[in-house]
């Protein structure tokens, strides 16, 4: 039985993926690719833009910088690895490997969970009440906000993974899924899981159905606020709020779904559908929601845009003028 176990833990899985050998597959592929190659732009342009302007040096941008790192580092665990299998044919994945990805998946979408929540208390407080934001949204207030998010999210994984990897995989090492995800894992196992599917259930309420309520709460909140506001600043608000809950509902509708059913009702397609949305749709779009639609943003971006210009006319007429003086010894 030992023997038995510790060759469990010693072998490689093979993930199935998202991808054959047909050509909608390859298709597909490119789709993926080009999502992962615009979400890492994306979110590094803003996370540079946070750090040079210091305008935006507020606690909502600061909370933005700390969503794309998370995004960032989300679809990196989960991509790259997906791009490798498709060019080598190859799709296995070491048990550390695994555990490495369901560690930083998890970390990355419970953090991400509870950072929402804190950005829409964020927006409540800059809306709802102006004049008590610069006391209850101080910079060590963000900070706060912002580590919590990430150590109750590291927390939270640490905790599930050492969980999960203990179980013995008896059946077949095929996890019907593009990444190592929790529910797609239990299916391997030859034991019942039913007393931690129990506990998956109850962290699904502390990340999820709490966070959602927090952030569906302010949003009503803000809406009533804005519909005393003059029309002009009202559809502009009205805008920003629906494009804000369009992205939240995608993030946490099909996240809810997979992690708060039970396993006798997961089908391996629909998870994987589902999985796109909150793993890599979203960290595409987060960026343009929330950032780039905002006129702080485009004005940051067109002065560094403008800054360089003039920094390289700079350099050109120090160039023409060492040319000058040189002709001329």
Not at 188 to 208: H, K, M, N, P, Q
Request: with cysteine.
């Amino acid at each position: 039985m030992m023997e038995n176990e510790n060759h469990t833990f010693s072998s490689d899985f093979i993930l199935l993926g998202l991808f054959s050998s047909s050509q909608t597959s390859q298709v597909f592929f490119s789709f993926i690719f080009f999502i992962f190659i615009m979400t890492i732009t994306e979110n590094a342009l803003l996370i540079f833009l946070i750090h040079r302007d210091s305008r935006l040096h507020t606690p909502m941008y600061f909370l933005l910088s700390h969503l794309s790192f998370m995004d960032i580092l989300h679809i990196s665990n989960i991509v790259p690895k997906m791009i490798a299998d498709f060019f080598s044919g190859s799709r296995t994945i070491s048990f550390a490997g695994c555990g490495f990805q369901i560690f930083l998946s998890l970390t990355m979408l419970g953090g991400e969970c509870l950072l929402l929540a804190a950005m829409s208390y964020d927006r409540y407080v800059a809306i709802c009440h102006p004049l008590r934001y610069p006391v209850l949204m101080r910079d060590n207030t963000s900070g706060f906000l912002a580590s919590g998010s990430w150590l109750v999210g590291v927390f939270n994984s640490i905790v599930h993974i050492s969980l999960t990897l203990r179980f013995p995989f008896c059946h077949s090492r095929a996890i019907d899924h593009f990444f190592c995800e929790i529910p797609a894992m239990l299916k391997l196992s030859c034991v019942d899981t039913a007393r931690y599917e129990r506990g998956v259930y109850v962290s699904g309420i502390i990340f999820l159905l709490i966070p959602f309520s927090i952030i569906s709460i302010s949003y009503v909140q803000i809406l009533l606020t804005v519909f005393q506001m003059q029309s002009g600043a009202r559809q502009k608000s009205l805008s920003t709020c629906s494009f804000h809950m369009v992205v939240v509902i995608m993030y946490y509708g099909p996240f809810i779904f997979t992690y708060m059913r039970p396993r006798s009702y997961h089908t391996p397609g629909q998870d994987k559908f589902l999985a796109i949305f909150y793993t890599i749709l979203t960290p595409s779009l987060n960026p343009i929601i929330y950032s780039f639609r905002n006129k702080d943003v485009l004005v940051a971006v067109k002065n560094i845009v403008q800054n360089n210009f003039l920094n390289k006319k700079r350099i050109e007429k120090y160039l023409q003028s060492l040319s000058f003086i040189n002709s001329h010894s």
